[in-house]
């Protein structure tokens, strides 16, 4: 398969994933399990879309790759978080917004 095809599915998992996560937070307790599959299967996705690029552009595994992939995990786990911790949404909600904009901001930077 192509990188672009990889590139589309990185990315839709990626718009996915984060509205599914954002709606954990409001959501009612009955759509737990629903959401929960739905951020799992997402994530799941844009790990192997995006061990796919890493493949696909020939990058190996450079210093950036491992902080997505830190914060890939932290994004991964806010959705459970989400529905236990009401109380402290609005700092759980910063932090999952760092981890995004600092795994998009090391794609473009590549810094490292
Ligand atoms: C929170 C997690 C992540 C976010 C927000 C994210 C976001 C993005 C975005 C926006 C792009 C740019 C797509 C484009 O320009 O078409 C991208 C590309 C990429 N991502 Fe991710 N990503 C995440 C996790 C990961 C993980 C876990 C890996 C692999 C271990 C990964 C590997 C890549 C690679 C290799 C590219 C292509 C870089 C290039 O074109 O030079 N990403 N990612």
Known sequence: MSPT???IL???SLIVLLGYTFYAF???AESRKKVLMITGIMS???L???IGLL??????FPGWAIV???CWLGLSAVAGIAYKRRAQADTIMIGALVLAIVAVTMVYLKPF
């Open 55 to 60: 493949h696909k552009l020939q990058l190996g």
């Open 44 to 46: 799941l996705l844009m």
């Open 26 to 28: 409001a959501a009612p």
């Open 5 to 7: 095809f990889y590139h």
């Open 10 to 12: 990185h990315v839709s």
């Open 48 to 50: 192997v879309s995006g």
């Open 68 to 70: 997505k992939l830190v």
